[in-house]
């Protein structure tokens, strides 16, 4: 953390904190019967980014308004953010009109509001700190802008020696004002003393007959309140509306995740090809191969390898082991320091002990693999009988030969043996020899025979 955002967040931690997300938005250009908030970036619903966010710049308090599809994102939120509460606008008039639809929580004091956008999912806690900072420090109103690459469509930020006196929409911008590439984001800040009151004066006298939270700046600034602007890179205040936008969403996202990864330590050889998840953990030096891609609930520790081609997601790997290539690794593994999981190898809810191989055509589920254990090619725990699923335990030091099948539930002892072909149904004690196939026959010019026959049945 540098200095100044210690600072910023030092001038806000004694104030309360209130964020409304704003999330009532159709999302009927994303051609989904999923509201549109709950599309993911990096794994993560777009409302789930913007609530995190808001938490960990100090919001105490979130209230989320939602239009269509209320009741999947209100338990979405009960799932991850359990104190947020879910306000529905009814009827669509506007971005003030839909804050006012939590008028219930602007009505409980707070120091600070912050309302942000439910459908901007790449907005930092760091910037929402920067924004509280302005207040705690005397601002009255913040407006979030960007230096836009293309301004064409956005609101202007007009702004007079340090002061924000107006945002012009595109439409009404003078010529001169549509040179202006300062353009609002959508989010702001006010002290909560003021918000409520702002938003009530706020009319529809425009032609969509619509209540706009930009016409705040112009009425607090006619009440002489301070009014004034923190600005961002363009890339953090992306919005989505359609499923072109929320491709560019995850391109940005993507491009800041890796880029926090490589600066702490990790090697990404080609980090274009490399996919990572809201909360993917990669320690210095864990190395990642080409087109990896890492799913929600991920930890890598120091020095692990993943090699090329590898699916990753609710696993943890220990340091020093090694994954794939083309290795999938779902939910529930935990592979132990130094073990290897080669080519070809499906895990799922296995733990791999320190040291021990599976290193190629294997699936291994519901499982513990003792350290130092090998598994052979081919090998497979049958964990599933149509109805339930079976545990099975293999020793440390034991040896699974090629093309075995484990039938769970059974257990391996420590230093067994099982030879390859073997279907193994009952248990094998420690340093045992299991051989679970049928007695290989052999006759002689046998062959010979049946290719004569089958040439004269064909004619």
């Known amino acids: 953390m540098t200095d100044s955002t210690t600072a910023e967040k030092a001038g806000a931690e004694d104030r309360t904190c209130l964020a409304v997300v704003l999330a009532a938005g159709e999302g009927t250009r994303m051609r989904s019967s999923k509201p549109k908030v709950l599309h993911a970036v990096g794994g993560r619903p777009m409302i789930g980014h913007v609530a995190a966010a808001a938490g960990e710049a100090g919001a105490g308090r979130i209230a989320v308004v939602v239009g269509n ?19 529905v606008q009814a009827e669509r008039r506007g971005t003030a009109h839909a804050v006012l639809a939590a008028r219930e929580a602007l009505a409980e004091a707070a120091d600070d509001v912050v309302v942000l956008c439910g459908d901007a999912p790449l907005v930092t806690a760091e910037t929402l700190r920067r924004v509280r900072a302005r207040l705690a420090e005397g601002a009255d109103l913040v407006v979030v802008g960007f230096e836009a690459d293309d301004p064409t469509g956005y609101g202007r930020l007009i702004v007079d020696g340090g002061r924000l006196v107006a945002i012009r929409e595109d439409r009404d911008a003078s010529p001169a004002e549509r040179m202006v590439r300062l353009c609002n984001a959508g ?7 003021h918000l409520l009151s702002l938003l009530e004066a706020i009319g529809d006298d425009n032609a969509k007959r619509e209540f706009y939270l930009t016409d705040a700046v112009a009425i607090a600034n006619d009440r002489g309140l301070a009014v004034t602007t923190e600005i961002v890179p363009e890339a953090e205040v992306l919005g989505v509306n359609d499923r072109a936008q929320l491709a560019a969403c995850e391109a940005a996202f993507q491009a800041r995740a890796r880029r926090a990864a490589m600066a702490g330590g990790v090697t990404l050889v080609a980090p274009e090809t490399v996919f990572l998840a809201f909360d993917t953990m990669l320690a210095s030096d864990v190395v990642v191969e080409p087109n990896v891609v890492f799913g929600p609930g991920v930890r890598v520790e120091a020095g692990a390898v993943i090699h090329a081609f590898s699916h990753l997601e609710g696993a943890r790997v220990a340091a020093g082991a090694s994954v794939g290539p083309f290795a999938r690794l779902r939910p529930g593994t935990d592979l132990g320091a130094g073990a290897r999981v080669g080519n070809f190898v499906e895990t799922k809810n296995a733990v791999v002990d320190e040291g021990a191989k ?50 769970a539930p059974v257990a391996i002892g420590a230093g067994a043996y099982v030879g390859s072909g073997s279907v193994v149904t009952e248990d094998v004690p420690a340093d045992a020899l299991a051989i679970a196939r049928g007695r290989q026959v052999v006759k002689p010019g046998r062959a010979t025979e049946i290719r004569a026959r089958a040439k ?4």
């Open 187 to 193: 989010l702001l800040a006010c002290r909560g003393e």
């Open 456 to 459: 004269v049945e064909r004619g």
């Open 358 to 407: 599976i290193n190629h055509l294997s699936y291994v589920g519901d499982a513990h693999v003792g350290a130092g254990a090998n598994v052979g090619a081919g090998t497979i725990t049958c964990n599933y009988d149509g109805a339930g699923k079976h545990h099975t335990e293999i020793g440390a030091g034991a040896f699974i030969g090629s093309n075995s099948a484990l039938v």
């Open 69 to 87: 599809g209320a009741e999947a994102v209100g338990k979405y939120l009960s799932a991850v953010a359990p104190a947020a509460r879910t306000y």
